[in-house]
């Protein structure tokens, strides 16, 4: 599966932003998709995922509450939706797939094997 990122921009801190994730390829249903980050300087961390199937949402600690993680099966589509966006939000976001990905390795990025090129989100104060 082909995945593209698309959705990044610059949004002051305490706004809004929403990131999709296209994918070309059959049977999307069967991969979880998630969105990783990475910030300037540091390492690339997991966001959030949707899994295979039903669609169990998944999300990092510091994305409760704020980020929503949505698929259209039918559209191929995966769409992050970030709220009360922070200066340290700032980061490459990349959308990632796994067909039939095991519960215990959604956050873990090496399991991905399909990635999108990433989408720059820049929070300014």
């Known amino acids: 599966v082909q995945l593209q990122a698309s959705g990044g921009g610059s949004v002051q801190a305490g706004g809004s932003r929403r990131l999709s994730c296209s994918a070309a390829?059959?049977?999307?249903?069967?991969?979880?998709v998630a969105w990783f980050r990475r910030a300037p300087g540091k390492e690339r961390e997991f966001v959030s995922a949707?899994?295979?199937?039903?669609?169990?949402?998944y999300y990092a600690d510091f994305a409760k509450g704020r980020f929503t993680i949505s698929r259209d099966n039918d559209k191929k589509m995966v769409y992050l939706q970030m709220n009360s966006l922070q200066l340290d939000d700032t980061a490459v976001y990349y959308c990632a797939a796994a067909s039939f990905l095991h519960d215990n390795y959604y956050s873990v990025e090496r399991y991905y094997n399909f990635w999108g090129q990433g989408t720059l989100v820049t929070v300014s104060s």
């Open positions: 949707s899994k295979y199937g039903v669609g169990t949402t």
């Open positions: 390829g059959r049977l999307f249903i069967n991969y979880t």
